[in-house]
């Protein structure tokens, strides 16, 4: 009887090594499991410029407009907005979204910390204004969520997404300016967004030079194995033409004709010389790139 369990027990223990069970494996708890299942993060998207887009929904006057305001605004007092409108956040709640974009683009100056983040998701109706350390005295959590629900929230509803951001803009501005920060260096050309956009613009060219290297060099390519066959094929058909010279050759002298095959060697030859004239042009530059090289 004990040998009996023994050896069902040792059955069972096999069977879960077999089958990849663990305890680790299992979750029992709800919050836990939604973190383990959540796949799908949104994406940061690369800070260019001062207004980000994804959707498509501002045109291009009214993110022009925008920009404008708010160069403005760093050149005068040193603080940096940025504004990013997505779609969607994903998984991720837009508070979430929000401290990521935040950090990952590092708005505000170093030591002061006076970034302010706006983001908008269109397709999950949500908004946050994300503050740095060094403007919560001046736009704490309660005036961030007083700009959205009294400026945006409004608009949005209405479909005017322009008109909301650039009034929670305004807002966001008319606090900062009563308050005292260090003083701006008025170079707002030496700023991220700027640095950003010039070195995007950098790749951008070097990328292009360097397509453009690589389809050169598939062409150059190309066009030696193109020339290698050809001059094969004239080869061999240079070849074939001396052949039938001699041929005719010997077919006149069979004949009787002599002056008829004379003058069908003549012709063979100058056409076998002619077409042997690319094979030459190769081994004459096959040579002549050898000796360069050694020089």
């Known amino acids: 009887m004990i040998r009996y369990e023994f050896s069902i027990l040792r059955f069972f223990c096999l069977f879960l090594i077999v089958s990849?069970?663990?305890?680790?494996?299992?979750?029992?708890?709800?919050?836990?499991?939604?973190?383990?299942?959540?796949?799908?993060?949104?994406?940061?998207?690369p800070l260019r410029t001062q207004i980000t887009d994804t959707t498509s929904t501002l045109t291009d006057l009214q993110k022009s407009r925008l920009t404008s305001t708010l160069v403005a605004f760093e050149k005068r007092k040193g603080s940096q907005i940025a504004v990013l409108v997505v779609?969607?956040?994903?998984?991720?709640?837009?508070?979430?979204?929000?401290?990521?974009?935040f950090e990952s683009w590092k708005l505000g100056r170093q030591g002061v910390d006076d970034g302010i983040?706006?983001?908008?998701?269109?397709?999950?109706?949500?908004?946050?204004?994300?503050?740095?350390?060094?403007l919560e005295g001046v736009v704490p959590d309660v005036i961030a969520k007083r700009i959205i629900e009294d400026y945006m929230i409004p608009q949005f509803r209405e479909g005017n997404y322009y008109k909301g951001i650039s009034d929670a803009v305004d807002a966001l501005?008319?606090?900062?300016?009563?308050?005292?920060?260090?003083?701006?260096?008025?170079?707002?050309?030496?700023?991220?967004f700027e640095n950003s956009e010039l070195i995007e613009r950098i790749s951008e060219l070097v990328r292009?030079?360097?397509?453009?290297?690589?389809?050169?060099?598939?062409?150059?390519?190309?066009?030696?194995?193109?020339?290698?066959?050809?001059?094969?094929?004239?080869?061999?058909?240079?070849?074939?033409?001396?052949?039938?010279?001699?041929?005719?050759?010997?077919?006149?002298?069979?004949?009787?004709?002599?002056?008829?095959?004379?003058?069908?060697v003549i012709i063979f030859v100058i056409l076998g010389l002619f077409w042997s004239i690319p094979l030459w042009l190769l081994t004459t530059g096959s040579d002549f790139t050898v000796v360069s090289r050694s020089h």
């Open 87 to 101: 779609g969607s956040t994903l998984d991720w709640s837009v508070e979430e979204y929000a401290v990521k974009v």
């Open 208 to 264: 292009t030079a360097i397509m453009t290297v690589v389809a050169l060099v598939f062409l150059f390519v190309a066009l030696v194995f193109l020339f290698v066959a050809l001059a094969i094929l004239f080869f061999v058909l240079a070849i074939l033409f001396f052949v039938l010279g001699l041929f005719g050759k010997l077919l006149g002298l069979l004949i009787g004709n002599r002056i008829s095959s004379v003058f069908s």
């Open 20 to 45: 990849g069970w663990s305890l680790k494996t299992v979750n029992f708890s709800p919050i836990l499991f939604r973190e383990e299942w959540r796949s799908e993060e949104p994406t940061i998207p």
């Open 117 to 134: 983040l706006i983001v908008v998701a269109i397709g999950d109706h949500k908004t946050k204004i994300e503050v740095g350390y060094g």
């Open 173 to 192: 501005i008319a606090k900062i300016d009563g308050e005292e920060l260090p003083a701006a260096s008025g170079k707002v050309a030496d700023s991220l």
